[in-house]
């Protein structure tokens, strides 16, 4: 029992320890513990059907199992009551996976009330805050609270304290193909490539500069210079414009299009006078484009 107590970490044992609940059924005390620490059978906490994360590095999570077996869980999971001695899990998957690792038979958890939603949204607001989550992840993360959860990109800002660009950004590379996406989660190709990439609308051209990511181990601005030469269109690559502009009208529209993070054509008349395109792909990449203007 002893040993049990250890593993549990000093404080938390020593938090439920002497508890006057101890002396009510398990029921009332887990009723009356909602809202508080309580320490839950593992074998009775369900995984949890929302969670955003698939991969968990095996190495570690070896290395969390021993840091619990000599410090215990420091934070507690989160979970949900579904029934008697049955609980869902909303937060914590790492942590309750490493604890069968170490051997626990027990974990110190948050219960909570929440629904279906609440515990989506949860799960995924808690995984945006940790730093080991690859940038598809936190992708897939904002993705899913915005349409799953039905939260604006303005309050979405507020709450995982990011400013609406960057959420932009993550959300769009979920466009980029499957091939360049997987690239991103396996660490091939850094987040600052990726970007690079976003700014070329056609699959192919994308495809084609990633390649050659790969095969020449391109810094991210010779990725960035290489999409600004490239051209969207298919039929159009490897030709020149029909009207070329002016060099100093082509480093502005360069400027922009760096500043942007998106694609843009000037088209300057004789007389100076001229049109600036910026096309958008949503309602959210428009308001990326405005706070970039306005930053």
Do not use: W
């Not at 970007?195 to 609308?201: K, N, S």
């Amino acid at each position: 029992m002893s040993g049990k107590k250890k593993a549990l970490g000093r404080g938390l044992s020593a938090l439920l320890e002497g508890s006057e609940l101890e002396e009510a059924p398990r029921e009332v005390q887990i009723n009356q513990l909602v809202g508080s620490v309580a320490m839950i059978t593992i074998d009775d906490i369900e995984s949890n059907p929302y969670q955003p994360r698939t991969d968990f590095d095996r190495a570690e999570l070896a290395d969390l199992a021993m840091s619990i077996q000599h410090q215990g869980i420091i934070q507690p999971v989160t979970i949900r009551k579904l029934g008697p001695d049955r609980f869902q899990l909303i937060a914590g998957e790492r942590r309750l996976k490493a604890a069968r690792v170490a051997g626990l038979t027990e974990v110190p958890a948050y219960i909570r009330v929440a629904n279906d939603e609440q515990m989506l949204e949860m799960a995924l607001v808690e995984n945006i805050q940790r730093e080991d989550l690859n940038p598809i992840e936190v992708a897939i993360c904002f993705q899913r609270l915005m349409e799953e959860c039905q939260i604006r990109q303005e309050e979405l800002s507020q709450r995982v304290g990011k400013d609406r660009s960057t959420i932009s950004n993550y959300v769009r590379l979920l466009k980029l193909p499957a091939e360049i996406q997987i690239a991103i989660r396996e660490k091939k190709i850094t987040m600052g490539h990726a970007r690079a990439l976003i700014t070329l609308e056609e699959a192919p051209a994308q495809l084609r500069i990633f390649k050659q990511i790969l095969s020449k181990n391109l810094s991210v601005r010779e990725v960035e210079a290489l999409s600004r030469a490239a051209h969207t269109s298919p039929s159009a690559q490897g030709k020149q414009t029909r009207e070329e502009l002016p060099p100093r009208y082509s480093e502005l529209q360069e400027r922009l299009k760096s500043r942007l993070n998106t694609r843009v054509r000037l088209q300057v008349n004789r007389k100076g006078a001229g049109t600036i395109t910026i096309p958008f792909q949503s309602e959210e990449d428009l308001k990326r484009i405005f706070d970039q203007l306005e930053s």
